[in-house]
């Protein structure tokens, strides 16, 4: 079975401070992960996959298969990224697992 | 590009009643579209899966003939809550993969369904 599991409900960190938003998965193949996040009053969208290997907005999450883990760091947090981010999975054409969400919030 | 909408934005309605909700893709063709519950500061459930002019597969615990999902063609998938209870009460969410490309879906914003 497929799960996703993010610790924390809610991370509260100064600007400027290191973040890192932990996420688990549990599954017997081989997944796609991903990061969605939902801003104030918008829409989810997607922050990174792990194919790509890309940074976005400074974010950056490394896929561990030994440890099951694809947890998203960056470096310096601002105040713009405080918001709801979700760790997901997918199987491959199965649809998008998601985690329970940690809310970020960056303080001044 | 990959805009999805959705239609209402939000809808209140008398317990009894159906209330329809419409997804579309708008600018690429879906193969593909789900749609999610999701319940105040709670994650998104999802509630089933529509393929284009196929019968759509319903996740355990999800009442097929309360929620009736039809997805007439490649830009578009319709969620229908039959007889509306006040526990049906909760923001819904449409979202849809590409017919090509990375295995990636675009979510709708949003439809916020509160039953009387």
């Known amino acids: 079975a497929q799960r996703v599991t993010q610790p924390e409900k809610l991370l509260s960190v100064f600007k400027g401070a290191p973040v890192e938003l932990k996420c688990n998965y549990s599954y017997s193949g081989s997944p796609e992960l991903f990061w969605y996040v939902q801003y104030s009053r918008q829409r989810l969208q997607l922050l990174l996959r792990?194919?790509s290997r890309e940074s976005i907005k400074g974010f950056t999450a490394d896929l561990n298969k030994g440890e099951t883990s694809f947890h998203l760091k960056k470096p310096f947090a601002q105040e713009e990224d405080s918001a709801m981010y979700y760790c997901a999975l997918s199987g491959g054409n199965t649809p998008l697992v998601f985690g329970k969400g940690t809310r970020l919030s960056v303080i001044a | 590009g990959a805009v999805v909408s959705q239609h209402p934005s939000r809808v209140i309605c008398k317990s009894g009643t159906s209330v329809k909700i419409e997804c579309r893709s708008l600018d690429f063709q879906a193969t593909t579209m789900f749609w999610y519950r999701q319940f105040p500061k709670q994650s998104l459930m999802l509630m089933a899966t529509?393929?284009?002019?196929?019968?759509?597969?319903?996740e355990q615990g999800v009442e097929k003939d309360k929620f009736l999902i039809n997805h007439a063609s490649l830009t578009l998938s319709t969620l229908t809550v039959t007889s509306a209870h006040p526990e049906d009460s909760s923001f819904y969410i449409c979202?849809?993969?590409?017919?090509?490309?990375?295995?990636?879906?675009?979510f709708g914003p949003g439809t916020r369904l509160t039953v009387l």
């Open positions: 792990h194919i």
């Open positions: 979202s849809a993969k590409r017919l090509a490309g990375y295995n990636e879906q675009f």
């Open positions: 529509s393929n284009e002019g196929s019968k759509a597969t319903y």
